[in-house]
């Protein structure tokens, strides 16, 4: 079985500050991690992904995440936040393969503040 | 890039109607989508997969005779959610496998609707 958890459900930071969203995930078997951005009430938008090679990930709008295998982690970072920033950032892990299940945290709702 | 589409964004209905959901994959065709369902402030839980051409595979602790799920062709997909009562309030979101981008089949990202707000009063 695999989970994932976030370990902050609010974070609130300044205009212009840097962030750092926490994800630790467990599983059994190989994984593919994901984080994913969600506007209210709107889909998810994938922000970034990670399956194989280097463990920095470079995503969409300026956002970078890092695997650490050894600390079960996929740490979501941005070195200056904008308020466009502001939502529900979701980490996701898969096991892939042709039992493809995505299973997601239960979510950090960023809010970035003038 | 991959899109998803789904409809209708909002949806009331009464009581013991019928609600249909659908969800159309636009510039790929996706053998597989999966519907979710996401509680205020809480995450995604997935109710089912669909598959094209098969019956969908539910999750457990899901009702499969109160959530029916069609996947007629390979780019849409159908939750009807039956009888439906003031419970079954929720964000209902679809997502889709978009392949082609390098990391084959199983590895790709999923693509995900805008959702469906039900409410049912």
Redesign the interface.
Known sequence: AQSVTQLDSQVPVFEEAPVELRCNYSSSVSV?L?W?VQYP??????LL?Y?SGSTLVKGINGFEAEFNKSQTSFHLRKPSVHISDTAEY?CAVSS???N????????TLLTVNP | GAV?S?HP?WVICKSGTSVKIECRSLDFQAT?M?WYRQFP????M?MA?SNEGSKATYEQGVEKDKFLINHASLTLSTLTVTSAHPEDSS?Y?C?A?APGQG?GY??S???????T?LTVT
């Open positions: 593919y994901f994913y009430n709107q889909g998810l938008q994938l992904k399956l979701f892939g393969g042709s493809y299940k995505l299973t997601f945290g239960k979510g | 998803v789904q964004s597989t999966f402030k809480q995450s995604l997935l997969t964000f979101i997502s496998r990391f199983y590895n990202p999923l693509h995900f609707g805008n959702g707000r």
